[in-house]
Structure formats: structure tokens, C-alpha cells
């Protein structure tokens, strides 16, 4: 079985529910994330400040937000279901082999100081839930800092998602705190827009970490992963910048990213992402930033690529099924499977 491993992103403010779909339901005097499956369902109660947002105008409501805002300003009873269902999440990555498990408040709040608080509490209810290691992702040092200095020492070492060459300030913050690192190839006022500025980036990037002691394995480079949906090129860049990183810095080194963002704006995003991993791994990735119960070492050995969805989602991350027009036609015709 080949490696894969799993950065669990699942407890991350950005996350959706659609209003009205399996997971938003009418409970009591108003609505609720129902959770729990074959356990049986438990009800995280929606305050009404969300249903007054935009997002809920569209259709959607941020689960994660709500379960912060619940464990941090709610009554009692909101308290404890705002914990039980982090606990839940936590424990269901977990239990799907996932790595670390990626904490993100950055859309709780626009005030920084609220945020280092949600990002404290979080980190510890999901410590309380599982095993793992957190991965502390903020575009801001302080909400960094803030993750970090409550992760459980005695466990194996936290992550930062992410250091780069914008972000150059969190690679002091990740040393000090002995974390592993997402490098990110990102530029410093721009993203690469090719495999050459990927490279170039990363390139200067990683003497910046040897200077500090991360090196080796504590390396997580991130090529970044932009959407197929947008340019037929992206998942192909994408992949030949894992090649030429492997390549590069050898076998010592982890190679991960957003892989799920691949498929943003396409049908049968479960297919897409999972067909887009087996061929990151076979470029020489060995990790990634996904849904485990979606994508994991287990799934990955399963993949069939003898059958046509895999054919179809391939053809369309390569570039050879320009602008995706048989992918999509196939999903219009129900002949992807269950996807």
C-alpha cells in the first residue's frame, strides 16, 4: 500500500452545509446541524445570529463557526453539544486514518484576539477527542501562536499550515514551537502561475527553513493546487511540480497540498479528487490536505483504473479532455456511478 498521509480538514470555519440538505434541519423553535449517523442523531442548535448572514441568504451556513461560537458564547446545553460535535468530527478522521488534524478559525471572526481564543478551544476539545496531531493553519502569526502553545507536547509534533515566502514571519513561529511545516510555494505578493515559479519559489523557500532546523521530514511542500474548472492546465502544472520536487529534494521530504481544490466549480468532486490523488501519489506526493473519509491510504489502494469514471476524471486532469465537456456530459448521463 502506498504512503498516503492525511492532513484531516474537516474542522475548518470555511466549511458548508447546505440549508435544508442532510446535515440543516428544522429542530425545536428553530434549526440544527444534525450529526451522529448510525449512533443515532444529536442536534448542534444553530444560533440566530447565523440565520441573519449571507451565507444563510445562499443557502449555506459555515457547521464548524457555528459549533465555535455554541463552545464559546452559548448556554449550557450549546456548550455541550458545540463540544460533542468537534469531538465527533475529531473522532471520525481519526478513525479514518488521518494524520493530523487541520484547525482553521480564520472566518470565525474578523477580530484577531476573538479568533486566538476560538483557536484555543478548539485545539483543546479536539486534543480531548483524539490522539493526533493538530496542524495549526492561519495566515496569522498571533492565531498561530495561539493553537501552538495549547498543543499537547507529549504527542508527536504539531504542524503550521503554512510558512512561505509571503508568510516568511511563521517560520520563526513553527521553529519555536518544533512543528512541522506546510511549505507553501507560494511567492511573495504573487502565486506561481507555472511549474517554473513553483520551483523557483520553493527553491528559495527551503534554505530559509534548513537556516532554522527544519528540513528533511519536518518538510511538507505545498505546489499549490488551483481548480481544473478554471484552467484546464492546473491539475497537470500541479502534478509535474510534484515530480520535479521529488526530484529535486529527494525522498526525505513529504510533498502535500489542498488536493480538494481541484475540483472546485465540477460535478462528482469525489471521483475528481480521488482519481487527482492517485495521480499525485504516483508523481511522487505522499500526502494531502483532504476529507479522510473521502480519501485515505485505504481508498487510494482500492482505486480501479480500469474503469471508465477513473478514464473520464483522468482525461479531464490532464488537459487531454479540454474545458472537462466529456466529464461533464458523462455526469449528465448518470455515468459516473455513484459519484
Same mark, same amino acid.
Given at each position: 500500500?502506498?504512503?498516503?498521509?492525511?492532513?484531516?480538514?474537516?474542522?475548518?470555519?470555511?466549511?458548508?452545509?447546505?440549508?435544508?440538505?442532510?446535515?440543516?434541519?428544522?429542530?425545536?423553535?428553530?434549526?440544527?446541524?444534525?450529526?451522529?449517523?448510525? /449512533?443515532?442523531?444529536?442536534?448542534?442548535?444553530?444560533?440566530?445570529?447565523?440565520?441573519?448572514? $449571507?451565507? %444563510?441568504?445562499?443557502?449555506?451556513?459555515?457547521?464548524? !463557526?457555528?459549533?465555535?461560537?455554541?463552545?464559546?458564547?452559548?448556554?449550557?446545553?450549546?456548550?455541550?453539544? !458545540?463540544?460533542?460535535?468537534?469531538?465527533?468530527?475529531? !473522532?471520525?478522521?481519526?478513525?479514518?486514518? #488521518?494524520?493530523?488534524?487541520?484547525?482553521?478559525?480564520? +472566518?470565525?471572526?474578523?477580530?484577531?484576539?476573538?479568533?486566538? =481564543?476560538?483557536?484555543? %478551544?478548539?485545539?483543546?476539545?479536539?486534543?480531548? #477527542?483524539?490522539?493526533?496531531?493538530?496542524?495549526?493553519?492561519?495566515?496569522? +502569526?498571533?492565531?498561530?501562536?495561539?493553537?501552538?502553545?495549547?498543543?499537547? &507536547?507529549?504527542? #508527536? =509534533?504539531?504542524?503550521?499550515?503554512?510558512?512561505?515566502?509571503?508568510?516568511?514571519?511563521?517560520? =520563526?513561529?513553527?521553529?519555536?514551537?518544533?512543528?512541522?511545516?506546510? !511549505?507553501? /510555494?507560494?511567492?511573495?505578493?504573487?502565486?506561481?502561475?507555472?511549474? $517554473?515559479?513553483?520551483?523557483?519559489?520553493?527553491?528559495?523557500?527551503?534554505?530559509?527553513?534548513?537556516?532554522?532546523?527544519?528540513?528533511?521530514?519536518?518538510?511538507?511542500?505545498?505546489?499549490?493546487?488551483?481548480?481544473?474548472? *478554471?484552467?484546464?492546465?492546473?491539475?497537470?502544472?500541479?502534478?509535474?511540480?510534484?515530480? +520535479?520536487?521529488?526530484?529535486?529534494?529527494?525522498?526525505?521530504?513529504?510533498?502535500?497540498?489542498?488536493?480538494?481544490?481541484?475540483?472546485?466549480?465540477? &460535478?462528482?468532486?469525489?471521483?475528481?479528487?480521488?482519481?487527482?490523488?492517485?495521480?499525485?501519489?504516483?508523481?511522487?506526493?505522499?500526502?494531502?490536505?483532504?476529507?479522510?473519509?473521502?480519501?485515505?491510504?485505504?481508498?487510494?489502494?482500492?482505486?480501479?483504473? *480500469?474503469?471508465?469514471?477513473?478514464?473520464?476524471?483522468?482525461?479531464?486532469? *490532464?488537459?487531454?479532455?479540454?474545458?472537462?465537456?466529456?466529464?461533464?456530459?458523462?455526469?449528465? +448521463?448518470?455515468?459516473?456511478?455513484?459519484?
Amino acid at each position: 500500500m502506498k504512503t498516503l498521509i492525511v492532513v484531516g480538514e474537516n474542522i475548518h470555519c470555511t466549511r458548508v452545509y447546505k440549508v435544508g440538505g442532510n446535515f440543516v434541519k428544522p429542530h425545536g423553535d428553530g434549526h440544527a446541524i444534525v450529526y451522529g449517523g448510525k /449512533a443515532g442523531s444529536r442536534f448542534l442548535p444553530i444560533p440566530g445570529r447565523f440565520l441573519e448572514t $449571507a451565507d %444563510w441568504a445562499a443557502g449555506k451556513v459555515k457547521h464548524c !463557526a457555528v459549533a465555535v461560537w455554541q463552545g464559546l458564547y452559548g448556554d449550557a446545553a450549546g456548550k455541550a453539544a !458545540a463540544v460533542d460535535y468537534l469531538s465527533h468530527l475529531a !473522532a471520525r478522521q481519526e478513525a479514518t486514518d #488521518a494524520s493530523f488534524l487541520d484547525v482553521n478559525v480564520d +472566518e470565525f471572526s474578523t477580530d484577531v484576539a476573538e479568533r486566538c =481564543r476560538a483557536i484555543k %478551544w478548539v485545539a483543546e476539545v479536539v486534543q480531548a #477527542a483524539s490522539k493526533l496531531p493538530l496542524s495549526i493553519d492561519s495566515s496569522n +502569526e498571533a492565531i498561530l501562536r495561539a493553537g501552538l502553545e495549547v498543543c499537547d &507536547p507529549k504527542r #508527536a =509534533r504539531p504542524m503550521v499550515n503554512s510558512v512561505s515566502l509571503e508568510r516568511q514571519s511563521s517560520i =520563526r513561529v513553527a521553529a519555536e514551537f518544533k512543528a512541522v511545516v506546510i !511549505a507553501s /510555494a507560494a511567492g511573495e505578493k504573487d502565486l506561481p502561475c507555472d511549474t $517554473a515559479q513553483r520551483l523557483a519559489n520553493i527553491n528559495r523557500l527551503m534554505p530559509m527553513l534548513a537556516a532554522v532546523g527544519i528540513k528533511g521530514s519536518s518538510v511538507y511542500v505545498d505546489p499549490l493546487v488551483f481548480p481544473v474548472a *478554471t484552467d484546464s492546465n492546473n491539475a497537470q502544472s500541479f502534478i509535474e511540480a510534484v515530480a +520535479e520536487i521529488r526530484k529535486t529534494y529527494g525522498p526525505e521530504i513529504h510533498i502535500s497540498g489542498g488536493l480538494s481544490n481541484v475540483s472546485f466549480g465540477m &460535478p462528482a468532486r469525489k471521483l475528481i479528487n480521488q482519481v487527482f490523488t492517485w495521480m499525485v501519489v504516483e508523481a511522487g506526493g505522499d500526502s494531502g490536505i483532504l476529507d479522510p473519509l473521502q480519501m485515505n491510504a485505504k481508498i487510494l489502494a482500492a482505486v480501479d483504473t *480500469t474503469t471508465e469514471p477513473f478514464k473520464l476524471a483522468k482525461g479531464l486532469l *490532464t488537459g487531454e479532455d479540454l474545458f472537462g465537456a466529456d466529464f461533464i456530459t458523462a455526469h449528465r +448521463e448518470g455515468k459516473l456511478g455513484g459519484e
